[in-house]
């Protein structure tokens, strides 16, 4: 297995924080043509990227989907006209049911399907994303193999290899909670930052990473998860019934 | 201000967990009498440190307290016949407010008062105490001040002078929090620890940190601590609002 990918070059569609993200460290290794209809003029561009139409970045060899969930159908069905035979479709999304059954369904047979889900963000990748987790999901054809193979050998990524119900139910857990005590924790407002221990500042540092994730992150990790909302109910019962335990008259 | 402790020997009341820390990390500057009725016959002890009666440990000039909150009242009583004048009484409990009424109401008027509450614990303190926090809180008599110097000069702590009202309040969050959130992440069985996130990471750790504390510290920090009810009850609310955000139809 070749641990170059054979692509000429990569279209992103959508240039989020999260397509930023993906331009910075794919470009160096591979032309980055963006597609973003909101992308402003003049924007900075990573070296070796560059902004162009709808047509042109869907006719790359390999196109990946970078826009919030709940904007994925339109955008496939958008690129469907000028996707080429044969060339890979990937998405970046934090769940992996919904976008493998939208990409399923809205993309030609003629393309092949790869959901992947990085396991970091603008914050989380800060110093770097060597040694950071990604789920790769095959769903139609064998793009994933390459792909894998390039994100471990050229990014220093950790592959898992994992299917989109799996992912999901693992990410219900991981994602779901993490984002559901730092939202709380947000609301919370000024909280202490003199007389802290050192797992407060653990639980602290674990909320700034995730809790200026957009709109649509926060969405995707807790409301297109099907599996998110009884683990969400789980803990929120826990909690429940440890304050009334500690509230009680013993 | 002397960064010495005049003291010569100091008696240390209770040997669990806790007492244990603070043998191993004072016993190297001063003599260390332990006093634990529920110490066994040959438990191991740090150089320096030597298990002995009530009455030779609560004859000191230094006397720490370093039972649960629920046993202090009890403790005080016992200790008083052997208390000398101008002796220095210090607890190390998790909240401030019960602690210094229960030492004022029963502890004689010719011992000096002060509350400490090092912010770390036996899984904090694993990598050395330097730069961890100690709040300390003068509560009858000026013996805070060599104290908190010796802390700050011989331990390399970072001493935060404060009320135990100002505690409490502080502590409601930081610990009642912390350790309210996991509980419930324990209770929810084996978490993932393949597919995870930087910021699930962390916040496995913070709940590892504090997740074995013994019950006592747990009792203290959520039913002891006046202030922490109200804190659990605006945590579940938000997070019940969150919930029903995130389930609803948008």
Redesign the interface.
């Known amino acids: 297995m070749s641990c170059h990918l054979t692509f000429s070059s990569f279209g992103l569609l959508g240039f989020g924080a999260f397509g930023r993200l993906i331009a910075a460290h794919l470009a160096p290794h591979l032309p980055c043509l963006i597609h973003d209809p909101a992308l402003p003029d003049g924007t900075a561009l990573p070296p070796g990227a560059t902004a162009t139409s709808l047509a042109e970045a869907a006719g790359c060899d390999l196109v990946i989907l970078a826009m919030p969930v709940a904007e994925m159908a339109a955008a496939c069905r958008a690129v469907t006209p000028h996707l080429r035979p044969g060339a890979v479709v990937a998405d970046v999304g934090s769940v992996k049911l919904a976008p493998a059954a939208i990409m399923q369904a809205h993309l030609p047979s003629h393309v092949a399907l790869v959901g992947t889900h990085p ?2 963000g603008p914050q ?1 990748a800060k110093g770097g994303i060597g040694g ?2 990604i ?1 790769v999901c095959p769903i139609r054809g064998k793009a994933h193999l390459p792909i894998a193979a390039f994100l471990r050998a050229r990014l220093g990524l950790r592959v ?1 290899l ?1 299917t989109p119900e799996a ?1 999901d139910r ?2 219900a ?3 779901g ?2 984002h ?6 947000t ?2 407002g000024p ?2 930052s ?7 500042d ?2 602290m ?3 700034e ?2 809790r200026q994730d957009p709109p649509g992150v926060l ?1 995707a990790i ?2 297109a998860n099907p599996f ?2 009884p683990v ?5 019962t ?3 019934e ?2 009334h335990g ?2 009680g008259p ?1």
Chains 1, 2 share one sequence.
């Open positions: 396991l970091f989380s950071r987790k789920a898992i994992t992912h693992e990410a857990t991981v994602q909670l993490t559901l005590i730092a939202q709380a924790l609301r919370m909280l202490p003199r007389m802290t221990t050192a797992s407060f653990l639980l540092q674990a909320a990473m995730v969405a807790e409301s998110a909302a969400r109910t789980e803990f929120l826990l909690v429940a440890l304050d500690f509230s013993d």
